[in-house]
C-alpha cells in the first residue's frame, strides 16, 4: 500500500531562518514523489517534483530511498512561503496520494 | 476562462439530503479526481476516472457517486449526506495521471447539518 506521512500539522519558523518541511512514504517499487503548496485563497498548486530535481521558489526535496523520505528544504524562509504544504506520491495505482499536510508560518 | 471550475463553492444542506457537486475543466484533460480535504487527514481520494464513462474509487468512495458522461464534467453525488461528509471537496484533472501534476479547482465547501 502507498503511504505518505507528514509528522508536523503545524509548523513556524522566523524569517531568514532555514526550513524543512517532513516527508516520509511507504510504498514497494520505485515511487514519484511531489510536493505540493496552497497559498491562502490560492488555489492547490505543484511545487515541485523529484524526477525533475529543480528548485522552485528556493525550495529543494531530495529523495532518500534508503530513509523513504523526501523533506522539503529552503535556506532562507521569507514571509511569503507561509501556506500549507502537501507531499505527495504516485505509486503503481498511477493515483495520487496525499500526506496530511502542514502549515507553515514564517514570523516576521 | 478555461480551466477547472467547481460549483457550488459553499454548501449547506441538512442529514439525508441529495447533493451534487459539479467539476468542470476546458482542457480536456483525460483524468479528473475529487478529493476531501481535512483537517487531520489531508487530501483523501474519493474518485477518480480516467476517460469518460470509465471511474473507480479511491480510498474513500462510501457514501459518494460519481459519473463521467463527458469529458469536461465530472460531478460528485451525496446520495443521502451524513455530518461525517461535511468536508472541502476538491476536483482536479490532469492530462496524464503519471505526471503526478494535477491542476485543481478552488474547492467547494459542504456542511451537512
Known sequence: ?108 | DAGITQSPRYKITETGRQVTLMCHQTWSHSYMFWYRQDLGHGLRLIYYSAAADITDKGEVPDGYVVSRSKTENFPLTLESATRSQTSVYFCASSDRASTGELFFGEGSRLTVL
Open chain 1, 1 to 108: 500500500a502507498q503511504r505518505v506521512t507528514q509528522p508536523e500539522k503545524l509548523l513556524s519558523v522566523f524569517k531568514g531562518a532555514p526550513v524543512e518541511l517532513k516527508c516520509n512514504y511507504s510504498y514497494s517499487g520505485s515511487p514519484e514523489l511531489f510536493w505540493y503548496v496552497q497559498y491562502s485563497r490560492q488555489r492547490l498548486q505543484l511545487l515541485l517534483r523529484h524526477i525533475s530535481r529543480e528548485s522552485i521558489k528556493g525550495f529543494t526535496a531530495d529523495l532518500n530511498k534508503g530513509e523513504t523520505s523526501f523533506h522539503l528544504k529552503k535556506p532562507f524562509a521569507q514571509e511569503e512561503d507561509s501556506a500549507m504544504y502537501y507531499c505527495a506520491l504516485i505509486g503503481g495505482a498511477q493515483k495520487l496520494v496525499f500526506g496530511q499536510g502542514t502549515r507553515l508560518t514564517i514570523n516576521p
